[in-house]
């Protein structure tokens, strides 16, 4: 028995060893297993983090060079909100470049060249904008960043419309105004009702055609005086509290080119001028007649916008997925399985993106040169528009919409001679659209005014192309130069002191040195001039015909014979643009009708 006894208990301490022994081998195995999954795992951590490095070095490079130039960046873009809404684009630019020498001077940090569009402009909501009719140039995308980020409700300075069909296209999208959008002027009798329903209802509310002063009713409004009242924010209009929701958004609009606003009403608005410039309106018909000529080259421009910010959203939200993962991963980081395939995930994500990034810079790139080829066309566009806006001051009925003039545009893009050669191409454009707003314009002249308006064209092509002297055209319109030169008339008998004043003053100018000089030199020979039937057309003397190119001779012409500078006027469109320019075109019923469309009606004044 006690042998018996020893041997089983030798054999269950032999069986105990055993159990241990395989216990012990099994764990070993796993964790042989264990350590070649981290080794496997911690390659891939490696290799993830490791092709991240690069990267995530600029970022973090990039995040720390903004964060010591955010001071500098954020006091420039608060200005900008602050004071420059009022101004044109130009103006804006050079108080923003005094900003920026005034932050080098008082070496506070800030981004090289930065801008209110640089610090704050998100690209994929700029793009939704544009979509929604806001205008693709500089100025446009800074009044719409302001409006964004603007506390004070906006009244927007909008000669020609703009602004306004910018915000009736917002209204239109349920993204943006989830409530609708109702539209006002201070005359409708129902104005604090619509008022006091958006306030309410969170509807959007668009103010028209104020003038230079604001109702009172609206002052709670633009103060946003709310209150809270049994737990909900409240807003009295006029006798009434009504629950104020937050959806609710005031936009006001005025027709004034230049209004000039109290002090009281420019601190309690966010003042944006809509006014379109010439750079801007540019910009706007490049966009359009790229659109019209090389269509998919626009749309793929527009797609490379939306695309780029959506890769760069991703890669973004990646990053932000692995470092919340990294901050809360267990005591182990290479058994977090989950954030390894993150990381390889990442790995590959981000070397696409970056490739599809690079791949669409140049892309852009590209594109922008092909757009750049057509930017004669727009520069044209501009100056014409810009031509006749200015009729309005001949006569204030002479009116002219950005929108009829863009559609105007459109057509004579369709209409006009194509070619396969560009150089061709643009000219064709130039021609026929140039000849296309002169014979529209003209039908809406009064006949004693069509004369007056083929010359401006022809001065503002020529001043584009800068090939009129500023002083010159000065002097040609007012008979003044800044500087006169004094001599004695030498033959009072028949130039009367007007005729020698303004030679006196040409003379002054460096195209004209020592012609005072020569007239009383050879005062016998200009008396010719003055005595010819057509002086127009004389030659002037003494070398002065070969010394002065038309546009100078007209200036003579002034001097010596006014009566005569209408004929000459003819002789210098002529030369320049052609015989059509001054032989307006016969009303043609045919051709209007086909011009006009359901929204344009045609209107006879009798």
């Keep these: 028995q006690a042998t018996l006894k020893a041997v ?136 719409g960043i302001i409006m964004d980020n603007g506390r004070r409700w906006p009244l927007l300075i909008d000669p020609q419309g703009q602004a306004n069909r910018y915000i009736r296209s917002m209204a239109k999208n349920k993204d943006m105004a989830s409530n609708g959008m109702d539209t006002v002027k201070l005359s409708d009798k129902n104005f604090l009702r619509t008022l006091e329903n958006g306030v309410q209802f969170g509807r959007w509310v668009l103010l028209e055609n104020i003038l230079e002063s604001l109702d009172a009713a609206l002052e709670p409004i633009l103060l946003q005086q709310t209150f809270k009242q049994g737990g909900q924010q409240m807003m009295k209009l006029g006798d009434n509290v009504i629950p104020y929701n937050d959806s609710f958004r005031f936009f006001m609009t005025t027709k004034l080119a230049n209004p000039d606003y109290a002090p009281e009403v420019q601190v309690k608005v966010s003042l944006l001028n809509f006014a379109i410039t010439f750079t801007g309106l540019e910009d706007q018909l490049l966009g359009v007649v790229v659109v019209e000529e090389m269509p998919e080259m626009e749309e793929k421009k527009n797609s490379l916008v939306v695309s780029n910010s959506r890769m760069r959203k991703e890669l973004q939200e990646l990053e932000d997925l692995i470092l919340y993962m990294l901050s809360n991963s267990g005591d182990d980081i290479l058994d977090d399985h989950k954030l390894i395939e993150t990381l390889a995930t990442s790995k590959v994500k981000s070397e696409e993106i970056t490739k599809k990034v690079e791949e669409a810079e140049k892309t852009e790139e590209q594109i922008d040169e092909s757009r750049n080829m057509y930017r004669p066309v727009a520069y044209r566009g501009s100056i014409l528009y810009f031509c006749i806006a200015g009729l309005g001051e001949v006569d204030p009925m002479y009116q002219y919409a950005v929108q009829w003039f863009r559609n105007l545009f459109i057509q004579a893009i369709r209409l006009s001679e194509p070619s396969d050669d560009i150089n061709v191409r643009l000219e064709n454009l130039n021609d026929f659209f140039t000849y296309y707003v002169y014979t529209n314009i003209c039908r809406s002249l009064f006949e004693r005014h069509k004369l007056t308006f083929s010359f401006l064209l022809t001065i503002r092509i020529l001043q584009g192309e800068h090939l009129i002297n500023d002083e010159e055209w000065a002097f040609l319109i007012s008979g003044k130069c800044l500087e006169s030169i004094e001599l004695a008339n030498p033959c009072p008998d028949w130039m009367d002191g007007r005729m020698w004043s303004e030679f006196c003053a040409m003379s002054s100018l460096p195209a004209f040195k020592g012609l005072a000089g020569s007239v009383a030199s050879n005062i016998s020979m200009w008396r010719d001039v003055y005595d010819s039937q057509e002086p127009h057309n004389a030659m002037l003397p003494v070398g002065w015909h070969t010394k002065t190119n038309s546009f100078q001779r007209l200036c003579v012409l002034r001097a010596i014979r006014a009566d005569k500078v209408a004929d000459g006027v003819i002789n210098f469109v002529v030369e320049k643009m052609g015989q059509r320019f001054v032989e307006p075109p016969p009303f043609d019923l045919n051709a209007c009708y086909k011009d006009s469309n359901v929204l344009s009606p045609l209107v006879f004044v009798l």
């Design 8 to 143: 089983n208990e030798k054999l269950a301490k032999l069986e105990a060893d055993y159990n241990a022994a395989v216990e012990k081998k099994d764990g070993l195995e796993k964790k042989e297993a264990q350590c070649k999954l981290q080794l496997s795992n911690a390659d891939k951590l490696i290799g993830g983090l490791g092709g991240e490095a690069v990267r995530w070095t600029e970022s973090v490079q990039h995040s720390n060079e903004a964060y010591i130039n955010v001071l500098g960046d954020i006091i420039v873009s608060a200005g900008t909100i602050s004071y420059l809404g009022p101004f044109t684009m130009d103006f804006r630019q050079r108080l923003v470049n005094n900003w920026q020498a005034s932050l080098s001077e008082l070496q506070i940090p800030h981004t090289s060249g930065c801008d209110v569009e640089l610090t704050l402009a998100d690209p994929v909501k700029v793009r939704s904008w544009q979509i929604c009719n806001l205008p693709s140039d500089s100025l446009s995308t800074q009044n």
